[in-house]
């Protein structure tokens, strides 16, 4: 049994829309429109526990996932989607012990599950040339519990990448083909490449450079995710459905 | 630089459909429809070196990814997609230090990259009921080099499931809904039930049977990967694509 | 040169979501939030002209479409979109002189665009229960000029069809399974059927009816439609779209 | 009772995958891996009718649809597929009376698919530059029977068009963006732009031209389709689809 501790994160579940990141913290409340919910009551409890709002109405007090924290940051930025660092992850062969060059940093969530993922040996060095982003970035990976795998640097990777011998370079950013020929360079000899670019012409500049620069294997995907609703006797999609959010490419270095 | 050492497995490389999964092995040679190659000569060599086949044709010597190796695997038994695996690796919240339920183990695809993401301190416990399957898994799991952080266990998951206080379960077998309620016991208080189908029939009465016994955010996705042919003035989807492999359905144990 | 005459249906066309289906009418005023239009300046201009508002926005006064008066239906209840009624068009070989019962009337969406194909000789049986639908589908018939090609009619499809010897038979209601017997006697020796279902399961009992009745290719299909932004260097699919509206189902009668 | 008279076209269906199109012609013979058929043995059964082969295996005479004649013209060149005609359809409002411009010509099943809506009274003018695309098309047109609603011209839609006062223009060629300055002048006031393009290079070309040129609503669509297998418990998508045929663009002229 896992125990909610005093400052222990926290995920209140209403439904499937309605989910609270709170700390169990004392003093503290949490005001919904259900009612609200005094934090230090959620002290000594196991996780997965119901918890009754002052207006009476059952919220579940689930251990929050790293999932979890990604789609929180999600509110502020556009981050990347959970199905899009799935094949991230799969395809970059990214895994404990990895070094990853990783850029721009933005709110930190693919820098996020990146860390995670190269615990607890690896490392991610993480480019950015915003400092306010550098600063949410920081906030958000220290709550996540991985700051310590991340170098957080500011500086433009299209101007180049101070780090050598890295297993993987992973890009969001505006101009990805500026930085094919550095990422070669910071590669290992078959390490590899990938970027996310919600347009097709970054598709195309980036597959050109890449295809230029040496590297082989290159392939664009798209991923496509539709939920459904399932119940006997009502059982479809959902209706509307995120259709895009963006281009995923790979390719892995050779010895030109 | 990462050198070729006598039995490395190495990935020679003639295009995105050709690739041949093999070791440097001293006296062992690889035939081909473009010739052959003395696999010793690769002894020595840097990973992502050209070496050229006694016809003259040009191969890469890449460095096998996980993901290389679980295609190689699934030339022979249906495997899941890296794109369902990676959906299943964000939303179980699998890393470092997990353990997991699996079953039916099959080829072991699945489990070998479960295991290589718990590492090194977790443990992937995969079920199977037929002994072949395991020798095979066990074959693959040896290969991949993740079999220490493996228990294979010939036993059926729909009898029940002896171990507890587990992260996640993972299913990818023909009557998941039998297995829910093990599931329910054996997962820590907020653990993460995971299940892979191919038909709609299954989802239908393992959401049915989740909600039943305790599971919140109970959600099914289908994932769609489209493949595009990247390439100034010629870019587009391929033709033929991957329509459907199965529906991915998660929820989270609460307390009940 | 085709020119607005008076009492002429006009769609006002501001952006791609704000265009009004008015009549060019003498004393009458479309009031927008971009400022008011004068209907019967229209009147004697050529369709495609450009009008300009009392706030001075340039509206086009375009020739409305079959297609615009169905999506002006479609704002009050849910008819089936274009792209379902374009292969329900295709595979159910619906022509000029087809006879066609129909059902339910819903709006009349689908029963108009069938009545223009089956013009100018054929004939819709559209069939409904509710008596307000049947008013609404009948005023909006006479607008799009098709009430000529339609029998409106009051019962029940699950009840039998009355009408025999027809070349195609076409539901869009919540029980298709019921009608596949009147269905199979009320078509031609080598009719179509046709249905159009939100829900798997709807789709698994009519298809199951169909394959029991004597119905052959038999085939089930789900039609996504994505709208893309086109712009040199800003090309990519928009990033909310409908990920369903129902599954469709066609078979062909032959003789048991 | 549709009767099967001499000469009449027949599709022999065994199975959704072998399905054969004859005529019932005297002394004619179909020869198939399962047996023979002697065809005037057809004559004067109803369509829908079980006939049997030499080796005692079931076959249904049904009576041909257009999309019967227009897949079995794909076998031979590419065609744009029956989900694609719909919308093509949908968005061109052409109906019964329609005046188009077409082109490339092709095999004619574009051609034929419009030529079967614009009867009684329309026209479809189909451009082609290649002589003995202009004769198979001419054998498939005769063979659907709409050769009477369109004229053929050996001709190249990017040099001009000589008609006039078009409904629609509706394309199917390498550069569709050469022939819109030219649709423009050919179009009634609001007449209908279509273009089917195989990459997202054509598209942008495309959609540029128009803009630039006195188009609004323009609109670029991929449609997809998925077929379903429907049999209760194994209910699913099928594995393999295609997962692109071309994208639509359409638009309509105003006046500039």
Redesign the interface.
Known sequence: ??IIEENSDVLL?LD?RRKYLVKAKKGEVLHTHKGFIKLDSLIGK?????VTSSMDVEF?A??P???DYLQKMARKTQIIY??D???????T?I??GSRVVEGGTGSGALTG?LA??V??NGKVYSYETKEEFLKTAEKNLRRIGVLDFVVLKKADLTQGIEESEVDAVVLDMPTPWLVVPHAYNAL???G?FASFS????Q??RT??AMRKTGF?????????????Q??????????????????L?FG????V
Chains 1, 2, 3, 4 share one sequence.
């Open positions: 049994m896992e579940y499937s196991p996780f997965g526990v119901k579940i689930l251990k996932t790293l999932k959970p199905k660092m799935g094949l991230i992850l799969l395809y062969n895994g404990p599950l995670s993922y615990k607890p290992k000899n078959t590899v919600p347009t097709i012409e598709v195309i597959v050109e082989l294997e290159v392939e664009t995907f798209e991923c496509l995710v539709r939920k459904y399932v119940e006997t006797g009502r059982t479809r999609p959902e209706t509307l459905t995120v259709g895009h959010t963006g281009y490419t892995r270095k050779f010895l």
